[in-house]
């Protein structure tokens, strides 16, 4: 299996654009998702696939990536996006999956 | 409407054993990968095991394995992890969650329960 690096915080102010990387060997070859948990709350699906959004989602997600770093992007950040964000891939050799390790977004 | 409800989590002692489990509703369960993600307290997600529709293939972390056992009941719409020889480091709140696109590979979640909360302490 491999590791998913995330960088720890991210801080933006509303009306702008937040990027959240994820960073790992296996990514060029496997698919990303990306979550967003709130405190107290389950997680809740952002991106899917790399770059797919689900229905509900805003159109200011979406998800991008290049060879072993992927960037998910919130364009005009609002305040209800301040949550974790958690990027999640799998091995497709054996099944596992491994998770970043997450990135605080502050909205300031 | 797609829902998971889980539950069977609870305070038990360390060597002690629990058995989670987490009810489906608004699909065909038996046409999907099903999953255990677990959180610590104040720490971030961790994939616990996958099980195949059929129950035919699962796959569990490291840290788990030989203590965890992921099965399920497709009669039943239900997904469950006995947990035997609990350690302090199992406390966690511990989610079901369903495996995004029907009969596909598990690649991710698209349906995630509101988790169940187990507590590992003497």
């Known amino acids: 299996s491999y590791e998913l690096t995330q960088p720890p915080s991210v801080s933006v102010s509303p009306g702008q654009t937040a990027r959240i990387t994820c960073s790992g060997d296996?990514?060029?070859?496997?698919?990303v998702y990306w979550y967003q948990q709130k405190p107290g709350q389950a997680p809740v699906v952002v991106i899917f696939?790399?770059?797919d959004r689900p229905s509900g989602i805003p159109e200011r997600f979406s998800g991008s990536g290049s060879g072993t770093t992927v960037t998910l992007t919130i364009s005009g950040v609002q305040a209800e996006d301040e949550a974790d964000y958690y990027c999640q891939s799998a091995d497709r050799s054996n099944t596992h999956w491994v998770f970043g390790g997450g990135t605080k977004l502050t909205v300031l | 409407e797609v829902q998971l409800v889980e539950s069977g989590g609870g305070l038990v002692q360390p060597g002690g054993s629990l058995r989670l489990s987490c009810v489906a509703s608004?699909?065909?369960?038996?046409?999907?990968?099903m999953t255990w993600v677990r959180q610590a307290p104040g720490k971030g997600l961790e994939w616990v095991a996958n099980i195949k529709h059929d129950g035919s293939e699962q796959s569990s972390v490291a840290s788990v394995r030989g203590r965890f056992a992921i099965s399920r009941d497709n009669a039943k719409s239900s997904l469950y992890l006995q947990m035997n020889s609990l350690r302090a480091e199992d406390t966690a709140v511990y989610y079901c969650?369903?495996?995004?696109?029907?009969?596909?590979?598990?690649?991710?979640?698209?349906?995630w329960g509101q988790g169940t909360t187990v507590t590992v302490s003497s």
């Open positions: 696939k790399d770059s």
């Open positions: 296996g990514l060029a070859n496997e698919y």
């Open positions: 608004g699909f065909t369960f038996r046409s999907y990968w």
């Open positions: 969650a369903r495996v995004e696109g029907e009969w596909s590979y598990p690649y991710g979640v698209d349906v």
